[in-house]
């Protein structure tokens, strides 16, 4: 690690330690904020180990954590597998963009969670609208951000590769994904954020499983220690899949990032 | 083979609202080295396009060995000033990519890309990334990318402006020294007059735009008489009389034009 990376982290760990000192002072030191409110850290321990033992909204953390998990793979992969190949294909031909744009120019302003009540209408109260209503919210920034990365790519590299006489899936490949794929990440990115977004509004509206279930069941059963179980489960779950993510960016634009530095 | 003919060439941009050439006519002979200096904005680079198959003559013919030229292709190899290659390729992918275009065998490739990783001193850059290079590297890797398609025409839009004074220097001399060992046809754009005059056997002059040949000078007579060759450095070759006089009959050709500025 470089020193300014060292330095960078022990700025953060110290924010993050002043936090949780604050937090043990204003609620279990000196109850400036009642438990009914905000839960003491003994509270969240408590809650903490109930979920993971016991289990709550009749599952265990894990269980709620990895089902929230699997349903936002599935939806931002669904998303990403249809979005990237729309925007590239969109940015590389005019008539495609010409076709689609219309359509997505009115669908776009449309909020993902809007669509909540179709999709439970539709595929009931399963995973298959969960799934779909994450698909809705990450496909948007998937196929702009690609479509965009394609219009970016500077003219005289394509110019080269057709002077090069290169066929056309072999340009798709090789030429244009590469070199809208920085823009690519930029939009799988904000994609993987809005189906976390999405997910845990899906199951606070209707779900028998999930962290957002785990939310919607505290809340009801007023236990601030479980809500805030769920909201924390949901921050390390988002910041994790972040993590990886991140990780396969720099590997696959190992090339890009270099030359940023 | 690889002549390059202009007939009658026009062209204009945006529903003929900026006329960009006129009445280009010029014809370049198989292994001539073939110039073209002119005021910015003149269209010289437009009449490089126009063979590259990049841009279409909005009237007249652009040629090459006696064909209409209709799209790109690897036999009308580009160097481009901002050298174009592929960021996310290594050396030897980027010269590997038009081969494999070409469906040729391993082997044959290997062997090709090895003699165009040699002749522009890249041996030991092969599986670098063109960040990781310099620009004078990462123009050589351009022109061996052009140099292992054997290409009938060799396209070089400014290669070298983006470079500076020094690698140019040393580019030029090792693209005479690559030109004279291994002739074939080049229309070399270029601002620089002389870096026209030291590389071509002819240097077409264009007017302001609408660009039109105002001029073409046979250098090549003069190199073999005065025998420039025999001097391995630029500065030497630009000190000869022979190329001042030329140089100075090209600048003067240029002041005339309104609109002169940064040649």
Request: hydrophobic share 50%.
């Amino acid at each position: 690690m470089t020193l300014a990376g060292k330095r960078k982290a022990v700025i953060g760990l110290t924010t993050l330690g002043g936090v949780i000192a604050l937090w043990f002072l204003t609620t279990a030191v000196t109850g400036l904020v009642s438990g009914a409110r905000f839960p003491s850290p003994a509270e969240f321990w408590t809650s903490l180990s109930q979920i993971s033992g016991r289990g709550y909204a009749g599952a265990t953390l894990l269980s709620h954590a990895l089902h929230s998990l699997k349903l936002v793979a599935m939806g931002f992969a669904v998303a990403v597998l249809t979005g990237v190949p729309l925007g590239l294909w969109m940015g590389w031909s005019r008539r495609v963009e010409a076709f689609v744009n219309p359509v997505f120019l009115i669908i776009r302003p449309i909020p993902p969670l809007a669509w909540i009540p179709l999709a439970i209408l539709w595929l009931g109260l399963g995973d298959a609208a969960k799934i779909m209503v994450i698909w809705f919210s990450a496909f948007v920034p998937s196929v702009i951000n690609a479509f965009t990365g394609v219009r970016n790519i500077d003219r005289p590299v394509l110019e080269a590769a057709r002077m090069l006489g290169t066929p056309r899936w072999r340009m798709v490949r090789e030429v244009i994904a590469p070199a809208a794929s920085p823009m690519i990440f930029t939009g799988l990115r904000l994609s993987l954020q809005a189906s976390w977004t999405t997910l845990v509004a899906a199951e606070l509206v209707g779900a028998l499983v999930g962290v957002g279930f785990v939310l919607n069941m505290a809340q009801q059963d007023i236990y601030p220690g479980m809500i805030l179980v769920g909201m924390l489960t949901v921050g390390v779950l988002g910041w994790a899949t972040t993590v990886i993510l991140a990780w396969i960016e720099r590997r696959a634009l190992a090339w890009n990032v270099a030359a940023r530095d | 083979m690889g002549s390059i003919s202009f007939r009658n060439v026009d062209k204009t941009f945006g529903a003929g609202a900026i006329k960009a050439l006129e009445g280009i006519n010029l014809e370049i002979a198989d292994k001539e080295f073939v110039a073209i200096v002119g005021p910015s904005g003149c269209g010289k680079t437009t009449c490089l396009r126009m063979v590259a198959g990049f841009e279409a003559a909005s009237s007249g013919d652009v040629l090459v060995n006696g064909k209409a030229v209709t799209a790109p292709g690897p036999d009308r190899a580009v160097v481009f000033q901002q050298f174009a290659l592929f960021p996310w390729k290594t050396v030897r992918e980027n010269i590997d990519l038009g081969l494999r275009n070409k469906n040729l065998p391993a082997a044959a490739r290997e062997e090709a890309i090895a003699g165009a990783l040699r002749l522009m001193s890249l041996e030991s850059h092969a599986d670098a990334f063109p960040h990781q290079l310099s620009g004078g590297m990462q123009q050589r890797v351009a022109i061996a990318r052009a140099y292992v398609l054997d290409p009938v025409v060799l396209l070089m839009d400014e290669p070298f402006g983006a470079l500076d004074a020094q690698t140019r220097v040393v580019m030029q001399e090792e693209l005479v020294r690559l030109a004279r060992r291994n002739p074939r046809t080049v229309l070399f754009i270029t601002h620089a007059v002389e870096e026209a005059v030291y590389l071509a056997d002819r240097v077409a002059i264009m007017t302001r735009r609408p660009g039109r040949i105002k001029e073409v000078l046979d250098i090549r007579t003069v190199r073999q008489s005065e025998n420039w060759d025999s001097h391995p450095k630029i500065e030497d070759v630009m000190d000869l009389e022979s190329f001042v006089h030329l140089r100075t009959h090209i600048w003067k050709s240029l002041r005339e034009e309104k609109g002169f500025r940064d040649v």
